[in-house]
């Protein structure tokens, strides 16, 4: 599998097509599961998911698919996380590194030094939401930016910045701006969180734009995001889909690694866009929210020989290393939610081993979707999600799911992420 980006950083987006699902005859989707995911009927419950390449392929994968799926389900309160980035353009100088009292706190992040000036663009990140977004573009909506704080100005004498929401189609009419500048100079570093409201309207249908500064107005620095995602202060249910981790070639041995490297502040920054949510933002109770993690891994624990990392290591490439791998990393996770104020067991946890690669299947995928099932079953809070089975193999081939339409591939056409994904929703709602 080749290398993508490890974390989201351009636009939400959603799909342009439909795929018409049925799931397989004698599929059945583990009763925990459905119940995990009822409860978004009634109240919000964010969905937290970590995987390979597949999560984000081709700038679309689980995260966009699945989260669409699952958003015109159950419904949906809010956006993924766009979260800002450097960039660095071919042959540049590389871009400044933030203050050490600043970049290990934001959990990813753009910024500008004091005395430079620099442009919004596709580059750092655009948080777009498309006309067709389950969250509801006509709806009440509430634009979270989180931004860092600094000591001093650095000499510069117009630090600030004003976030604006327009209209991301002509005449680009802006909707909503802050009444006044956002200074960033506070005495100290810390990462403050902004809001800026959208008041619903039934009338409006057009793709929106939520920015921290206006369109080719320059970023004068000292200027830092992280993180930013849209939230409907109208659903009280339904679901968040947020992205925690995508990384082309890694394995679930990865993942437990990258979490225990991270920074608690950094970890914190992500989880408490999330819990802040809960049960809504203008009350938020951390202690109230629920969470389903959904893990998508396989194809490349095939190829890890190091030990597992959890407390029955093996090799992580054998069932057992695989089944210890996913102990670690809900470890990880649950020590990380309770730490951030989440209740302890109010995380579901969903195993997406690998789509189905062929018919007989590939042997080490099989072996690892039994070894999740048993350890789901020993569980109260776990299910299997058998990708093999919502959409089987022949299906996949006739339909021309894979990549490029091939026999087999590590990864899907988007109309193939679309068809599993709308399989196990429909599933779920049963």
């Known amino acids: 599998m080749k290398p993508s980006a490890l974390l989201p950083f351009l636009t939400i987006a959603c799909s342009a097509f439909t795929v018409t699902v049925s799931a397989a005859d004698g599929v ?35 995260s966009r698919h699945m989260a669409r799926a699952l958003g015109d389900t159950f419904g949906c309160y809010g956006t993924d996380f766009l979260l800002y980035r450097q960039w660095q353009d071919k042959d540049a ?34 948080l777009t939401v498309p006309a067709n977004h389950p969250v509801g573009v006509s709806g009440a909506l509430r634009y979270h930016l989180n931004y860092g704080t600094f000591p001093e100005a650095g000499g510069a004498t117009d630090a600030g910045f004003s976030p604006v929401v ?8 802006v909707l909503a701006a802050a009444p006044s500048p956002v200074n960033p100079v506070t005495g100290e570093y810390g990462i403050a969180h902004y809001t800026l409201d959208l008041p619903a309207d039934a009338a409006r249908a057009w793709p929106l734009q939520f920015m921290p500064v206006p369109m080719r107005k320059p970023v004068n620095g000292p200027f830092l995001v992280s993180i930013a995602h849209v939230e409907n202060t109208g659903r009280k249910n339904g679901i ?87 102990q670690a990393l809900l470890t990880e996770l649950d020590t990380i939610w309770t730490r951030n104020g989440g209740g302890a067991g109010s995380l579901h946890f969903a195993f997406m081993v690998s789509h189905t690669l062929g018919d007989p299947e590939d042997a080490k995928l ?60 429909a599933g779920l709602a049963e």
């Open 166 to 173: 327009r209209r991301d189609e002509k005449p680009w009419t």
């Open 28 to 62: 059945t989707i583990d009763p925990k599961l459905k119940a995990a995911f009822a409860a978004a009927k009634t109240e919000r419950v964010a969905v937290i998911a970590l995987g390979d390449s597949n999560q984000r392929f081709g700038g679309h994968g689980w």
């Open 366 to 425: 099989a072996s690892y979707r039994e070894a999740a099932r048993a350890f789901a079953a020993r569980l109260p809070d776990a299910s299997l999600v058998d990708l093999s089975q919502l959409v089987p193999y022949a299906e996949m081939v006739s339909q021309k799911y894979y990549d490029k339409g091939r026999a087999t591939d590590a990864h899907l056409d988007p109309r193939g992420y679309e068809a599993i994904s709308r399989a196990l929703a």
């Open 240 to 326: 968040a889909y947020y992205t925690l981790y995508a990384a082309g070639g890694k394995s679930l041995r990865d993942m437990v690694t990258r979490l225990r490297a991270m920074k608690p502040a950094r970890a914190a920054e992500f989880f408490a866009g999330i819990l802040r949510l809960q049960p809504s933002s203008d009350a938020p109770d951390a202690s109230r929210a629920k969470g389903i993690v959904m893990i998508s891994s396989g194809l490349n624990d095939r190829n890890s020989q190091a030990p597992s990392l959890g407390p029955a290591p093996a090799r992580s490439s054998t069932p057992e290393g695989y089944a210890d791998n996913l």
């Open 93 to 126: 100088p590389p871009p400044s590194v933030a203050p050490a009292g600043l970049a290990d706190r934001a959990f990813s992040y753009w910024y500008v030094a004091p005395g430079s000036a620099e442009q919004l663009s596709w580059k750092p990140g655009l």
